[in-house]
């Protein structure tokens, strides 16, 4: 009875773990990995490397944002945070010459953004959004994230006060819908990027491999396919199915006398995390390139920067979870002749359901 309980109390950790999986990388759909050494302390990537990525992830997600679906959110393309808010694991280390109060404080403002387009600058002090005064002190981020949530987008310009340099300023905004995610950017050798449903994370590995910013975007893109797809939450609904039926093998091992620690238990968690994940990363690339293809980028480098991955990750360390490479660009090629196709033709540039649905099949990919 005693090891039925603990097999019990497994599973139940197991399952609140996977709910509140938020930055790990076990958990997330990843999508381009070539992994570094284990349990390595991430540290923010360079302030010009934050700058490249989030001007480009503002152009995928503002493209994606008919297929996002509701997972849309007004946005003013610029980062805030105060002394309670501020994380220097997870922020570029210039922001700490800002100066943290219990006011919030612009940390960087995207490139082309309605912010940007507004002439807020790094420093201002946040006073007051479409008449609210805004937030201070703890909880600050998320009470001014919630009060811009409020706002309507692509309408009038909402009123925005500052204080600059001590000096108060008026200025107007215009808020701009956009798919709701968020990107940060870690220093690491490794070729890596993924999502959690909430936000991407890219690694500097891979921005070093990415030779312009239509190849940045195909990574971006891909993993808004993923949150367009709901992979993330189908994952962990599989994960924490698969512990269900492990937990079952762990109590009939206690029944038995057998001490199994909870093995089937964590075996089950891992494939069912597994399953259906090379489905899903054939269908993240397929409408991935339609989210591309909509923000304007040139969808062509799929293939060729799919080839320079093949190269660079070994065959066997993600075949049971991915497409085989030549699999993988044959179908790129594919979807960029479709995607083609419909723009010559002047057709709506939506993924085709019925391919979405042969694509998500389980059928084994062949690895070479």
Request: charged share 20%; aromatic share 4%.
């Amino acid at each position: 009875m005693r090891r039925h309980g603990a097999a019990v109390g497994i599973w139940l950790g197991m399952a609140m773990l996977l709910a509140a999986c938020a930055q790990s990388p076990a958990a997330p759909a990843k999508s381009f990995v070539r992994a570094g050494a284990p349990g390595a302390v991430l540290q923010p990537a360079p302030p010009e490397d934050w700058v490249r990525v989030e001007r480009v992830a503002l152009a995928v997600f503002r493209g994606g944002r008919t297929l996002c679906g509701r997972q849309v959110a007004p946005t003013l393309g610029v980062a805030y945070a105060n002394r309670e808010s501020f994380d220097p694991k997870l922020e570029p280390a210039a922001d700490q010459r800002l100066g943290f109060d219990e006011h919030l404080k612009i940390t960087r403002v995207v490139e082309g953004s309605p912010g940007a387009r507004a002439g807020l600058q790094i420093g201002d002090v946040l006073t007051s959004l479409g008449g609210r005064m805004a937030p201070a002190g703890p909880g600050a981020v998320d009470a001014f994230t919630g009060q811009l949530r409020t706002l309507p987008s692509g309408g009038p310009p909402v009123a925005l006060a500052v204080e600059r340099a001590g000096v108060a300023q008026q200025l107007a905004v215009t808020p701009e819908l956009v798919c709701d995610l968020g990107v940060t950017v870690m220093a690491g050798d490794d070729v890596n990027a993924y999502t959690n449903g909430r936000s991407i994370r890219v690694m500097t590995g891979l921005l070093a491999m990415v030779a312009s910013d239509d190849e940045l975007a195909l990574v971006l893109a891909h993993e808004v396919g993923h949150n367009i797809m709901n992979h993330i939450a189908l994952q962990k609904w599989d994960a924490m199915s698969g512990a269900a039926a492990g937990v079952m093998l762990d109590v009939l091992a206690g029944v038995v006398g057998v001490d199994s620690q909870g093995k089937f238990t964590r075996a089950g968690v891992e494939a069912g995390a597994r399953r259906h994940s090379v489905g899903r990363e054939r269908q993240a690339d397929y409408v991935g390139l339609y989210v591309m293809a909509r923000a304007g980028f040139k969808i062509e480098v799929a293939p060729q920067l799919w080839r320079r991955m093949a190269a660079l990750i070994p065959r066997s360390s993600k075949a049971s979870t991915h497409p085989a490479p030549p699999e993988r660009i044959a179908a790129m090629e594919q979807t960029v002749a479709e995607i083609r196709a419909k723009q010559a033709a002047g057709q709506p540039l939506v993924p085709d359901a019925a391919t979405l649905a042969r694509l998500g099949r389980d059928a084994p990919a062949a690895v070479n």
